[in-house]
Structures are given as C-alpha cells and as structure tokens.
C-alpha cells in the first residue's frame, strides 16, 4: 500500500505562486512514477505534470514555463511549484504514484487551490 498526502493549497491572487507537496509512505520502494492531476469543478481529472524515478518530467501544455515539478527521493515527497497562477488553475489538485506490478494508481485526498483577486 501506498498513501499520501497532499499540502501547500490555499488562496492567492492571479500572479501569485504556491508550492504543493505530496509526501509518500507505505510500500514507497514500489512506486516509480509520481505526479499531480487537478479536477476543477464540474469538470474531469487532468494531467498536470509528473515524474519518474529517472527524473524525467512531463507537462501539460496549459502549465508549461508556469509550473515546475520536482522531487526529494530523501525525504519520499515530490513538490508542484505554480507560479503566474491564474483563475483557470482554481482547482482540487491530487497526487498521484504508479507503482510497479499494481494495476490501478494511487491517490491523495487533494489540496484546494484557489485563484482570485
């Protein structure tokens, strides 16, 4: 079993910044890829970023340049900075591992983000 859990949500103004963090626990050996999706209202889970345990990173391109993933292997956390926020980034944001020979994901309990003036 893998858990985790989210933080570093609130509330900021268009332009502002923010940084999540997803600390793993559990069977975290197994996990070989880690990532952030969000889920704004009434609206599907989307890909936000991710990485793998080779470092490489993928972005969607409506984070691109704006977003930077990262990860501590020490510390067993990955980190989402967000910054030149805007309203469209208003939204729950989870984190996400893939662990070897499982086949389905898990998931946090999200951190709500908030971008307002």
């Known amino acids: 079993q893998v858990q985790l859990v989210e933080s570093g949500g609130g509330l900021v103004q268009p332009g502002g910044s923010l940084r999540l963090s997803c600390a793993a626990s559990?069977?975290?050996?197994?996990?070989?890829?880690m990532g952030w999706y969000r889920q704004a209202a009434g609206k599907q889970r989307e890909l936000v970023a991710g990485?793998?345990?080779?470092?490489?990173?993928n972005y969607s391109d409506f984070v691109k340049g704006r977003f930077t993933i990262s990860r501590d292997n020490a510390k067993n956390t990955v980190y989402l900075e967000m910054n030149s926020l805007e309203p469209a980034d208003t939204a729950v944001y989870y984190c996400?591992?893939?662990?070897?020979?499982?086949?389905?994901?898990?998931w946090g309990q999200g951190t709500q983000v908030t971008v307002s003036s």
């Open positions: 990485i793998t345990n080779a470092g490489a990173t």
């Open positions: 559990g069977s975290i050996s197994r996990i070989y890829g």
């Open positions: 996400n591992a893939r662990v070897w020979s499982i086949p389905y994901d898990y």
